[in-house]
């Protein structure tokens, strides 16, 4: 009744469920002198950290697609008539018949300096191949990744500031339903009702493809806008849900803040009161959450590119994963991993730029 | 519950002040929740503050004290049922609708937080934070707002420069200065200040005090403020009540109350703070036995009896009013005025 809410502790705690940018308990205190220096060294850190992360996601890729059952010279072969002969020669090709340990070596030094092999089937190389699909998975996956992230954010709010209403539990109970769903199987439900149509209702969205091919100019933006309906409703049905939570926790956590009620004695509407002072202390933890959302444009929608057949980096895994193509899908990983590793460290180096309290 | 007859001493002491009170409250109630569970956290509290007057309001944490401040804007949470009248400047606050109670918050009355921690945002420099109020209810420019700021935080003693800062690049007493720029931003006829030198040290505290005094003095402000520091509040303040368990079981002078209180909680909780010069009040114990009563089961009859040193039997079965206890002053206390009942034993 007194002045006894102590939100501090609680508001600490709201780091995220996910992974927390850097400690904000242990800067809420007075800052001593230092701080306003240690920008420069905590950027250093931060590179320092993801460039490890990337060596160790270099010698991931090459042993995790090496224990893939499967030999790629029998697949390639399959169906004609070889000799052991030829076989050999096609091992030599693709320097299969060096021990693991140099063919690691060789992966390695060619990958550091930029290369990334030639794909076994495709008979190109890996990195020509992946830049030829990714413009087409950049764009499913990044309209999607900016709706959920946008939706996810201001459902979240609207959640947390009615917490236990009505609203709030339709809210959460409907988007950790579609959460639970697989990707897959939603998207081949889609294509059944708003592409293939049922009953009286015709197929209104095209089944799979990024464009009918037969369209210029604007016409053909509108065309590809058609076929991105579906997957992209897919990916972000299923996505939306993470950014919610995390909102609508961290939302939640600042509710009991005293700022909260001196914003509400200073005459504010209760819109202004969540959104110029409740919302901007929520967004904190929140931020790490939509960078580890950009993470996933470059590897999120494996399943659902299969599904939709989209002419993307998703699709040319899957090719890549039944042969299997060594090189190829090592060059995806790393692609993968790499947008992750990337967007983490962005956000990581974003935060104490959005946060007054951490030094800069 | 059974409503306490209105002490006629507080309403003769707050007529004889004359002036309309700025700020009169009157049988304030406010209970938690509702039905079997509902706990009552101010119990019928009638105050008056005028013009320029300086009234505090001591008690132990629990007592009611902080949820007063808050009910007198309406910003306690929705589980609180508020009764009886807040007239600020004559008009009812607990009547008032949405917009008309937005445009009171802060340009009739503002709140001098406990800002050393957490009551400033964190996100946001301090000088906006001051200017807020005045572009919200002045519709200034942001211009006229910045220069606002500057001008406030020169008043409160901070350079205008510092209008930049976040609150954590401050000080506690330098965030608790920010709290009251913030608090004059509008130009408030009543300005309520809960705990507000609770949490700093004590040569700050001092400085925090003249300060608040300084500017109301200047500014013919109206100050309520609250503190379980009774020596804090007879030093700033004119009047001083003192409240337990949801109610005022004293009121009068400030300096009359602190040195000789009528009321047995009043006088355990000026002995609590030793006074300097007097050894006599550092030797006598000071503490007070018990626990402050839990509000969702308050004690029968006078609800300080279990903890009373000089309570008789009456005091458990009957409810102790306040009754007027020499010029401008009451007290809830069956020993005042009126000689001992008969046939009434101590304890």
Known sequence: MSTASTPGAVRDAAGGPVKTGPSRSADRADPGPGTRTAYPLYVAGRLGGAAVSLLAVLVTSFFLFRIIPGDPVSTMTHGAPTSAAQLAALRKQFGLDLPLWQQFTDYCAKALTGDLGTSYQFHAPVGELIMTKLPATLLLTGVAVVIYSALGLWLGTRSAWRNGGLGDRLNTGVALTLWSVPSFWLGLLLIIVFSVGIGPVPGLFPTGGMESGDTTGFARILDVAHHLVLPVLTLVAVGYAQTLLVMRSSLLDEMGGDYLTTARAKGLRDASVRRRHAVPNALLPTVTMVFINLGHVAGGSILVETVFSWPGLGGLFYQGLSVPDLPLVQGLFLVFAGAMIVMNLLADLLYPLLDPRVGR | ?347
Not at chain 2, 235 to 258: H, N, Q
């Open chain 2, 1 to 347: 519950m059974k409503r306490a007859p209105r002490a006629s001493g507080v309403v003769e002491a707050a007529g004889a002040r004359g002036a309309p009170g700025l700020l009169e409250i009157r049988d304030l109630r406010v209970t938690y929740g509702s039905g079997a569970s509902a706990v009552p956290a101010v119990r019928g509290v009638d105050l008056a503050v005028g013009p320029g007057q300086k009234l505090g309001i001591a008690g132990e944490s629990g007592c009611g004290k902080s949820t007063l401040a808050l009910a007198l804007l309406r910003l306690l949470p929705s589980s609180a049922r508020l009764s009886g009248e807040i007239l600020l400047d004559g008009e009812d606050v607990l009547t008032m609708k949405w917009g008309r109670l937005r445009a009171v918050r802060w340009a009739g009355a503002s709140i001098v937080f406990q800002g050393a921690m957490h009551s400033l945002n964190a996100v946001h420099r301090i000088g906006d934070q001051i200017a807020e109020p005045v572009l919200l209810h002045r519709r200034a420019t942001p211009a006229a707002g910045r220069a606002r700021a500057a001008e406030l935080l020169e008043q409160v003693g901070l350079p205008a420069a510092r209008a930049d800062a976040y609150p954590h690049e401050l000080s506690g007493g330098q965030r608790q200065r920010v709290m009251i720029a913030m608090a004059l931003a509008c130009d408030p006829r009543l300005i309520v200040a809960d705990e507000p030198t609770t949490a700093l040290d004590v040569m700050i505290q001092a400085q925090i005090l003249r300060l608040i005094e300084r500017l109301v003095a200047e500014q013919d402000i109206g100050l309520l403020m609250i503190s379980h520091d009774l020596a804090v509040l007879a030093d700033t303040c004119d009047r001083l009540a003192v409240m337990y368990a949801g109610r005022i079981v004293e009121e009068g002078p400030a300096r009359a109350v602190y040195d000789a209180a009528e009321h047995p909680y009043g006088r355990a909780l000026s002995a609590a703070f030793p006074r300097i010069g007097d050894p006599a009040s550092r030797r006598a114990p000071r503490g007070l036995p018990g626990d402050p009563p839990d509000p969702a089961a308050l004690p029968s009859g006078c609800t300080f009896h279990p903890r009373c040193p000089v309570a008789l039997d009456v005091c458990e079965r009957e409810d102790q009013p306040l009754r007027e206890a020499g010029p401008g002053r009451s007290a809830a206390c069956v020993r005042v005025g009126a000689a001992v009942p008969a046939g009434e034993q101590p304890r």
